[in-house]
């Protein structure tokens, strides 16, 4: 403690007011706690830069009028100044200063021969800055007993200033203190108790209001202990920065964590949607102030912190009071705990006025007042609760009416459906049978057109040796008389004329010519037989071609098909296009062979007509190579025609699609190759660049699959 000695003589002068009534407090002990507002003298020092000693000879000091002197807010320091005289009998006291918003607060204990430094504290000053810092304002006056002296106080502070000064007892002092730690105490378990009820609730519901009701107990627990000077001088003494300013802060903080809880709790969007709407405009408002009071000006961001809190408290008290007329029972819950936080407020800011005294209820208004807010705001989150059982209670209720009532439609809905079901199965299998007639009728009328496309080629090829066999019948028959004649000549010969006629008929066979004409017959008859081995082969090719046994799964040679095709196609490309076919060994292959037929005279005939296409001087050429593997045969049939486009590729398989000119093709040919090739579950692959040509891979189980299936 620093203690400054100064002479008698010098004292004298400096001290002339000691002797005067309306600065001097008589403290005899028998009172327990004694306010010496009234007391003393108050000297405003507007550049905040007097020194005790300029302080203590100061003329311009005012008596006070306030029991509790309220200094405003202001950047000037003030100086206050009373004289106690000690009549008790005990020789220690202890001066109260009992509000922890004080920046800088000094305390000096003046007797006529010496002086003593009690303090140099307050919020903007970090602990131990000073001899006599002590956590909360209480300062132990040791003045003996029948003695006066004089207590000089430096006070300044960004907030509102009062100097709630107390003499006390040293048992009275303990007293209070115990009372006032018991209060906090009080006030904590409430508000952890809320805390973690609503905690455990919010991870039973994963409701957001709860979790956001937590969040607000803890803004508002720390603001109201800041209030008290706990959070000051016990939670965060060596953060002189947040010790200043926390109380604002946190007071912010909590309005806005109020807002998003009353946001949630009563659905403000649907009950006060013009209130809610201009929300976010107050966010901005209060982090704007927030930004004043820490970072610019602390005395202009207080001041606009006193206008945005109290309008903003406003504005939530009206906005609650339009969701409960709206009907919102939550409102209720809300507008009732509210206005009991509020009437804590009002009664504590009426005190900081000086429109209500200085009392132990006034000080802790705002604390009861949050404090019953909480419980409050527990019990409409509780009827929550109770809500959302009954809505779910409801709506399970309607839930388990609603599925009572679908089920019957149900029932109701399986019969119609059975029946419809029945009717359209009924419809179904005779669009299926007049699908499968109509697809058998395609296929053959497209087989019958493939074929009608060969008929004036193959009537051509039957017509030759037709002709040819035509040709030798009048010659044979002439021959043949001759014969016939002359022998029925010989045969009427009597023996008694045969001397006679023999020479004759030697002279008729001369003029006849019979040995040429027997020699011609081996000839004619030659040349009939090979005009008919020919026929005979046209025949067997077109008979093998359309096999009548199509319907027959069985083991077919590939080469024979592809022989029999190119036969039948012979008109069509002879001595225009080079046909090269390399049939190697091939094993005899599980299909359908007319239907492969069918392909292999689709497959050719388009690559025939394709090389036939080009207009240059490249000589039209079709290449066939068969090949196998051990469970498939390869047929590839490639040209060097004029390709196709990729759209065409693309759409080369589908139904009713050709490129030829109207009333050249139907555009059944490749989906009914498609159509075959699938059925025997084989593959068709198509290469082609325009104007280089096109190849198809066609790819055939040797073994049939469904053959396969049925033996496993």
Not at 354 to 381: H, K, Q, R
Request: glycine share 6%; aromatic share 8%.
């Amino acid at each position: 403690m620093r203690v400054a000695v100064l002479g008698p003589g010098i004292l004298l002068a400096l001290f002339p007011f000691t002797s005067a009534v309306g600065s001097r407090v008589v403290f005899d002990g028998r009172s327990p706690s004694l306010s010496v507002g009234h007391s003393c003298e108050i000297l405003r020092d507007g550049q905040a830069s007097m020194t005790w000693k300029e302080a203590m000879v100061s003329s311009a000091y005012q008596p006070s009028d306030q029991k509790v002197p309220n200094l405003g807010i202001s950047a000037a320091a003030y100086w206050l100044k009373f004289t106690v005289q000690n009549t008790s009998a005990d020789d220690r006291m202890f001066l109260t200063v009992d509000h922890p918003e004080i920046d800088e607060l000094d305390v000096y204990l003046v007797f006529p021969q010496r002086m003593t430094v009690l303090a140099k504290a307050g919020q903007a000053r970090p602990p131990h800055a000073a001899p006599g810092s002590p956590k909360e304002y209480a300062f132990n006056l040791d003045i003996p007993s029948t003695t006066s002296a004089t207590i000089l106080i430096r006070a300044r502070s960004n907030k509102q200033l009062q100097i709630p000064l107390h003499l006390t007892s040293v048992q009275e002092f303990h007293l209070i203190r115990a009372f006032k730690y018991l209060a906090v105490g009080g006030y904590v378990g409430i508000m952890l108790v809320l805390a973690l009820y609503n905690l455990f609730v919010f991870f039973s519901t994963r409701d957001a209001s709860y979790l956001i009701y937590v969040f607000y107990i803890l803004c508002i627990t720390l603001a109201q202990l800041t209030f008290f000077g706990i959070g000051q001088f016990y939670l965060w003494p060596e953060l002189t920065w947040w010790s200043q300013r926390a109380s604002v802060m946190l007071t912010l903080l909590s309005a806005l964590a109020a807002s998003t809880f009353m946001r949630s709790f009563i659905n403000t969007a649907q009950y006060a949607p013009r209130f809610d709407k201009w929300l976010p405009a107050w966010y901005g408002f209060l982090s704007f102030t927030a930004v004043v009071y820490a970072l610019v000006d602390p005395l202009l961001g207080y001041q606009l912190d006193q206008v945005a809190t109290g309008a903003f408290a406003t504005y939530m008290f009206a906005t609650a009071l339009a969701s409960y007329r709206n009907g919102s029972r939550p409102a209720a819950f809300f507008l009732l705990a509210w206005s009991m936080f509020l009437i804590g407020v009002v009664i504590y800011v009426m005190k900081d006025a000086d429109l209500l005294p200085y009392t132990t209820l006034s000080v802790y208004t705002m604390p009861i007042g949050s404090a019953i807010e909480g419980i409050l705001l527990s019990f409409g989150l509780a009827d929550r609760i109770n809500i959302l059982r009954r809505e779910k209670e409801q709506s399970q209720e309607q839930a388990l009416a609603v599925s009572l009532e679908n089920e019957r439609i149900i029932r109701e809905q399986n019969v119609l459906l059975e029946e419809k079901v029945e009717q359209r199965t009924h419809d179904l299998r005779e669009s299926n049978e007049h699908l499968k007639r109509t697809q058998t009728q395609l296929v053959n009328a497209e087989k019958m057109a493939s074929l009608g496309q060969l008929t004036a080629g193959i009537a051509h090829e039957i017509n030759n040796p037709i002709n040819f066999i035509t040709s030798n019948i009048q010659p044979l028959r002439r021959n043949i008389t001759e014969i016939v004649e002359v022998m029925q000549e010989y045969r009427s010969m009597r023996p008694e004329e045969a001397s006679e006629k023999l020479a004759r008929l030697k002279e008729r066979e001369r003029q006849l010519g019979i040995g040429d004409s027997i020699d011609e017959l081996d000839d004619i008859i030659g040349s009939i037989s090979e005009g008919s081995k020919r026929t005979a082969e046209i025949v067997r090719g077109l008979r093998n071609f359309s096999r009548l046994d199509e319907d027959d799964l069985k083991e077919s040679d590939l080469r024979e098909g592809i022989n029999s095709t190119l036969a039948l196609l012979a008109p069509q490309f002879r001595d225009k296009v080079e046909i090269k076919a390399e049939l190697g060994e091939m094993p005899l292959v599980e299909c359908f062979p007319g239907k492969i037929n069918q392909v292999l005279m689709n497959i050719l005939t388009n690559a025939i007509q394709a090389t036939l296409a080009r207009k240059d001087d490249i000589a039209p050429r079709v290449e066939i190579t068969i090949g196998h593997d051990a469970h498939s045969a390869h047929i590839v049939i490639a040209d060097n025609g004029i390709g196709m486009r990729q759209d065409t590729k693309a759409r080369m398989f589908d139904p009713f699609f050709t490129t030829k000119p109207v009333g050249e093709g139907t555009g059944l040919g490749l989906a009914i190759v498609y159509g075959i090739i699938q059925d025997h579950h084989g593959d068709i692959q198509v290469d082609s660049v325009l104007g280089e040509g096109t190849s198809v891979r066609i790819s055939l189980p040797i073994t049939h699959i469904k053959d396969k299936q049925q033996r496993a």
